[in-house]
């Protein structure tokens, strides 16, 4: 049984070129959350999505950054015109019903994101 | 808003040793706590939980108690074994939007043998 499922793993990219991160989730869920951890930082939400619809961004700064979930495939986290305050790790969890109490949101291995 | 302070690492300690990493939190009214764990190259996940004051989580050995009087909930394990190297990330959640956790910055745990 796979759990989350990111990638790349580690992702290289210049200034100014476009960053896209995958998650596929767990079998079975359809609630997927992305978190940032910048250096010596914790884990900091970004955005909630369900299949097709974006519940809470939040997290998510106002520009550069988007988030979709569609109705087949992994959830992608794209980040336009990447800066070096973009590098950081990305993380991706998933749930099958909303919320934490009681519904364990399960987390991928995360995306290290490196801007040169 | 909510925040989470958690120990400072690294943590090296032997083989049986005894384990505490403080986790202190700040939050309007009563969240969910948990803790966290991250072996190497894998995701984090979740070692235990504590939805009300007074609650114990327990789990693999681990436990906390979420202490409301101080705000903490401090994990704790009588005997860590070379396996138990990993990170730590003490989180909560709280309110109407439950399922955004906010994490403290992590303590890194190695364990001797």
């Not at chain 1, 993380?91 to 364990?104: L, V």
């Amino acid at each position: 049984n796979a759990g989350v499922m990111q990638n790349p793993r580690h992702l290289v990219r210049r200034r100014g070129q476009e960053a896209r991160l995958r998650c596929s989730p767990m079998k079975g869920h359809s609630h997927v959350y992305w978190y940032r951890q910048l250096p010596e930082e914790g884990l900091k939400f970004m955005v909630y999505l369900q299949k097709e619809n974006i519940i809470d961004e939040s997290g998510m700064p106002k520009e550069r950054f988007s988030a979709e979930f569609p109705k087949e495939g992994p959830s992608i986290l794209r980040i336009q015109q990447v800066v070096r305050g973009d590098s950081a790790a990305y993380f991706c969890a998933s749930s099958d019903r909303e919320g934490t109490r009681g519904y364990e949101q399960y987390f991928g291995p995360g995306t290290r994101l490196t801007v040169t | 808003g909510n925040s989470v302070t958690q120990m400072e690492g690294p943590v090296t300690l032997s083989e049986e040793a005894f384990l505490t990493i403080n986790c202190t939190y700040t939050a309007t009214g009563y969240p969910s706590l948990f803790w966290y764990v991250q072996y190497p190259g894998e995701g984090l996940q979740l070692l235990l939980k504590a939805t009300k004051a007074d609650d114990k989580g327990s789990n693999k050995g681990f436990e906390a108690t979420y202490r409301k009087e101080t705000t903490s909930f401090h994990l704790e394990k009588g005997s860590v074994q070379v396996s138990d190297s990993a990170v730590y990330f003490c989180a909560l959640s709280y309110g109407g939007s439950n399922y955004k956790l906010t994490f403290g910055k992590g303590t890194l745990l190695t364990v001797n043998p």
